[in-house]
Nanobody
Framework: QVQVVESGGGLVQPGGSLRLSCAAS??????MGWYRQAPGKQRELVAF???????NYADSVKGRFTISGDNAKNTVYLQMNSLKPEDTAVYYC?????????????WGQGTQVTVSS
């Protein structure tokens, strides 16, 4: 069975940093990414990384967040710096073979990130 497990969320003050981790197992994945969902808003793609180390970011986090990965461990990380209150959300990891979020993708349970003073 496939498992996707996130960790690293928590409460941080504006301007602070957090590092999220996502470990996927039970299949082969060629792309993994981070989504987030804030209260009252749709889930949005934050960043993704492919097995070839190609990366992409949402405009709202570009320059502040960095996604990285370890192919051998099927693990990805999201380093979040200069956090803002609007970054508050549940962050979900998605691991896929093919298209991120597609029929051959798997979701983690999510980890809460709260940015507040």
């Amino acid at each position: 069975q496939v498992q996707v497990v996130e960790s690293g969320g928590g409460l941080v003050q504006p301007g602070g940093s957090l590092r999220l981790s996502c470990a996927a197992s039970g299949s082969i994945f060629n792309i993994m990414g981070w989504y987030r969902q804030a209260p009252g808003k749709q889930r949005e793609l934050v960043a993704f990384i492919t097995s070839a180390d190609s990366t992409n970011y949402a405009d709202s986090v570009k320059g502040r967040f960095t996604i990285s990965g370890d192919n051998a461990k099927n693990t990805v990380y999201l380093q979040m710096n200069s956090l803002k209150p609007e970054d508050t959300a549940v962050y979900y990891c998605n691991a896929a073979r093919g298209n991120l979020g597609g029929s051959r993708s798997y979701w983690g349970q999510g980890t809460q990130v709260t940015v507040s003073s």
